[in-house]
């Protein structure tokens, strides 16, 4: 079986592109997912234990999460020792059953792939991409987003033309969806031929 990196900066069209893995016929595990599965389950008394007063209701309230962490390096690196951890082991048990089900190709859609080291874990990496104007117009639609939301969100992912230095293949969003379908396609072409 053959494991990809999927990767992006916010606002690239990462989602759209593991769907459009999905649909080829790719098992795709969603690290964001997961990190939302484990906010309302096995996280919560962790981070309730390191963050008093950041869970309601046995569920990790993101927001006042967020305000705990947001800019205070220490606090972010703490919360990822929490999280991390048990991602790696969803991930661990889904890349599992997906061998276990004869996947051909499994799609780990992780955003900091570059960032935590995950890509020596995968055996390529793709890197989802777009305009930095499209990327701007993208991520301030989006509702509760304000510029400074996104800078901060910006300033703790790789830039994106380094993540594309290191990519095995590349999805550019910003032409459209049918361009973008054809670029998965491509890469599925071509590690059918590696096989």
Excluded: W
Excluded at 54 to 79: E, P
Excluded at 132 to 150: D, G, I, K, Y
Excluded at 154 to 181: C, E, N, W, Y
């Amino acid at each position: 079986m053959i494991v990809l990196g999927l990767t992006g900066s916010i606002g690239m069209g990462k989602s759209t592109t593991a769907t459009m893995f999905a649909e080829a016929g790719a098992a795709v595990y969603d690290a964001d997912a997961a990190v939302h599965a484990l906010y309302r389950g096995a996280a919560v008394p962790l981070i309730e234990a390191a963050f008093p007063g950041t869970t309601r209701d046995g569920t990790v309230d993101r927001q006042a999460l967020s305000a705990k962490v947001m800019g205070d390096g220490a606090a972010m690196t703490r919360l990822e020792g929490i999280v991390h951890p048990l991602v790696r082991g969803s991930e661990t048990a889904f890349l599992d059953k997906a061998r276990a089900a004869g996947a051909r190709v499994a799609v780990l859609d992780i955003p900091l792939l570059f960032e935590t080291g995950g890509e020596a874990r995968v055996d390529a990496s793709v890197v989802v991409t777009a305009a930095p104007e499209v990327q701007r117009q993208r991520v301030l639609a989006r509702p509760n987003m304000t510029p400074e939301s996104f800078a901060a969100i910006l300033s703790r992912q790789m830039a994106d033309a380094d993540k594309r230095r290191r990519a095995h293949f590349l999805v550019d969003t910003g032409r459209g969806v049918a361009p973008a379908r054809r670029a998965v396609q491509g890469i599925l072409r071509a590690l059918s031929a590696c096989e």
